[in-house]
């Protein structure tokens, strides 16, 4: 049976609370984005993000001293989930869009691609972290 290394990782949220003087909602919005004196900080343990897999290495203790093994998109963090998601289901929806410019019945093509990125999207998801 082989063995895999397998790195996880999870964001704790650092945040702060600042006032900004400004002319406007955006303004301030704008001037605390680009603040970056981040000397008074808070970490929020009461909300950190999920676990997800963040590297993936084959052999014992083999983190960083080879080649890396891609990691199963079940197991990525969310926002990249839904980003590559997103961009599968943009692409869907293009194709459903030309069928219905055209006057056409969507193509068997469309029907089982949108199946199976349906069935892929209800995949369980890693749990929060700590």
């Not at 001037?31 to 000397?39: M, V």
């Not at 290495?57 to 001293?65: D, V």
Request: glycine letters at 6%.
């Amino acid at each position: 049976m082989p063995d895999f290394t397998i790195e996880t990782t999870y964001h704790l949220p650092i945040f702060r609370h600042r006032t900004y003087a400004a002319e406007t909602l955006e303004a301030a919005c704008r001037a605390a984005i680009e603040d970056d004196n981040w000397d008074i900080v808070e970490k929020d343990h009461e909300s950190p993000g999920e676990v997800h897999v963040s590297g993936i290495w084959g052999g014992t203790h083999s983190a960083y001293t080879g080649p890396s093994i891609p990691v199963p998109s079940q197991f990525d963090e969310a926002v990249e989930r839904r980003a590559r998601y997103f961009e599968i289901l943009l692409g869907l929806l293009k194709i459903f869009f030309d069928d219905a410019h055209a006057a056409r019945p969507p193509s068997p093509d469309w029907l089982t691609r949108s199946a199976w990125e349906i069935a892929r999207g209800r995949h369980s998801r890693p749990r929060a972290g700590p």
